[in-house]
C-alpha cells in the first residue's frame, strides 16, 4: 500500500519528456519532487509561473515564489512569472497537455468531483474547472477510500461535479486505473496489495483482466 510520495512517484513516471503539465493542490505537488533524471518538462501554475522546480529545502524558502496551493516553491533557470489572466489563457488554449489533479470522488465514466463538500465552507473552485475542460490528459492522484474506509471510485459522483467524462487515469494507494468504456482497469497493483482488497475498495464498475503486475517506483 502507498502513502502520498509513493503515489506522487508513479504519477511521475507518466511525464514525459517535452510536456507541459499542470500540478493541482495536494498529492499532485509531491510530483515535481520526483521527475525522472532526463526528462525536461514545464510545470505551469495557475497563479502564474512557468518553469516550477521541486520543493525547497528547509532555510531556502523565498516567500514570494509560491505555487496555486499557496506552498513556497523553486523556479528552474529559464523560468517566467506572468499575472494569471495570460496563466489561465495558457490553460484555456489547451497548452497544457497534462493535469494532475487530486480528487473527492471519481465515477466510472471519468467524472471528477474534487472542490466542494455541501454544507463545509470553501474558497472557491479556483482552477480545476479550465483544467479540466481544456488539458488534454488528466490524471487523478487521490486516497482510494474516504476516512470512514467508504470508496471514492463510484459508479455516480455524489459531490459536486468539476468536470465531466474526463479523468483518463487514475494512481490511488492501492493501484492504477485506467478509465475507459465507463469502467475502472485495473492496470497494477501496488506491493503487498490483494485483488480482494482492491474489490472491496472499488464501488464503481471494476474490471481486471488476467495477471496484474505490481507497481514498480
Known amino acids: 500500500m502507498l ?3 509513493g503515489i506522487a512517484k508513479r504519477i511521475a513516471k507518466e511525464v514525459k519528456d517535452g510536456m507541459y503539465v499542470n ?3 495536494g498529492i499532485p505537488t509531491l510530483v515535481a519532487n520526483y521527475i525522472p ?3 525536461n518538462v514545464v510545470l505551469q501554475s495557475e497563479n502564474g509561473l512557468l518553469g516550477m522546480g521541486p520543493f525547497p529545502f528547509e532555510g531556502e524558502e523565498d516567500a514570494d515564489l509560491i ?3 499557496k506552498q513556497t516553491i523553486t523556479t528552474l533557470p529559464g523560468s517566467s512569472i506572468f499575472d494569471s489572466a495570460l496563466s489561465f489563457g495558457m490553460i484555456r ?4 497537455d497534462l493535469t494532475i489533479l487530486g480528487a473527492m470522488e471519481v465515477s466510472e465514466n471519468g467524472d471528477i468531483a474534487n472542490w466542494k463538500i455541501p454544507g463545509k465552507m470553501v474558497k472557491g473552485m479556483g482552477g480545476a474547472m479550465d483544467l479540466v475542460a481544456s488539458a488534454k490528459n488528466i490524471i487523478v492522484a487521490m486516497q482510494q477510500v474516504n476516512k470512514h474506509g467508504e470508496s471514492k471510485l463510484l459508479k455516480t459522483c455524489s459531490l459536486p461535479l468539476t468536470g465531466v467524462k474526463c479523468v483518463k487515469k487514475i494512481v490511488t494507494e492501492l ?3 485506467e478509465v475507459k468504456d465507463n469502467a ?6 501496488a506491493k503487498g496489495v490483494t485483488i480482494q482488497q482492491i474489490k472491496d475498495a472499488t464501488l464503481g464498475h471494476l474490471i ?3 495477471e496484474i503486475p505490481e507497481m514498480e517506483l
Not at 475502472?184 to 497493483?189: G, I, V
Open 3 to 5: 502513502d502520498k510520495t
Open 23 to 25: 500540478l493541482g493542490i
Open 37 to 39: 533524471e532526463g526528462i
Open 67 to 69: 505555487n496555486a496551493g
Open 93 to 96: 488554449a489547451g497548452k497544457v
Open 175 to 177: 493501484g492504477v486505473y
Open 184 to 189: 475502472f482497469h485495473l492496470l497494477e497493483r
Open 208 to 210: 481486471i483482466d488476467g
